[in-house]
């Protein structure tokens, strides 16, 4: 009866201290689980400690403190992600995709009082870990809010062929400057990378009219460059033949003017020669004048050319 009792303290014995050796282990277990964690390449982890931030650390394998005094919060601040504002690409079975229109967010007002249908992306990438997690209470919403605020003014100030057309750059590229002046000054610890207007068009109703109107428009501006075109092709013409006529009129000038130096040189010469022998120059001059008109080929009219009646000549010497 005593062994009997003595094996069965010592079972009792046996059992609580099984127990707790377990439980020890069990906790060692769980310590050791719960001290290490892994952050991946294009991953920051935000550290707590007791709820309060303490460190940001890279990817690798790290320690912390066991049984949730310590936690880690992987954050992928490599990766670019997208939102989507207009539309919504949704799956449809196996390597299908749809877009489903989100009227609500892509109907705008125009400067010009034109509605228009706008469909945007922007791309972005978590570049501050600790404001990503703790900055802002509603992240997406925040960023979706402001990319439609910032989206509005730009195509509100602007005329719709504009924002169609000419403009989309420069809509994009402000876009990007202003989100980021938002997310910063909020604190959401992100940057916008890019804006990309994926579809401006007119609402589905007016949609055929517009595109007359634009038709009509395209055709206005064509027939302007036509008539520059003739415009450009006949002026520099004009000009040249308004150049030629010109030097020919100078050229022109230019002999008669000089002709009639000459004549004025000549006659100077021979009135010097007459004022030094006035008898012999008339002599002269009158012997060159009947060579002249006897000597030419064509006879003036009042010389005979079968010299049968020839006009006496000899009272024009005196």
Known sequence: MEEKVKKVRKHRSVGPK???SLLVLAIAVLAGLSSFYVVDETEQAVITRLGKYTTTVGSGLHFKLPFGLEKNYNVPVKIVQTEQ???KTVKAGRNNEYKNNISAESTMLTGDLNIVDVEWIIQY?????KQWLFGVYEKEQTIRDISRSVINTLVGDRAILDVMGSERTSIQNLALDMMNENFDSLGVGITVIAVQLQNVVPPAGVQEAFEDVNKASQDMNRLINEGKEAYNAEIPKAQG???RLVQI????AAERVNM?????ARFN???EEYKRSPKVTKERMYLETM???FGSEKKPELIDGKLENLVPVKNFKD
Not at 249 to 252: F, L, Q, V
Not at 260 to 264: C, H, M, S
């Open 18 to 20: 099984l127990i707790g």
């Open 85 to 87: 504002f207009g539309f």
């Open 260 to 264: 009639a130096k000459g004549d004025v």
């Open 269 to 271: 010469a021979v009135y």
């Open 291 to 293: 060579d002249e008109i």
């Open 241 to 243: 033949e308004a150049d």
């Open 125 to 129: 990438r978590i570049v501050n870990p």
């Open 249 to 252: 009129a100078e050229g022109y």
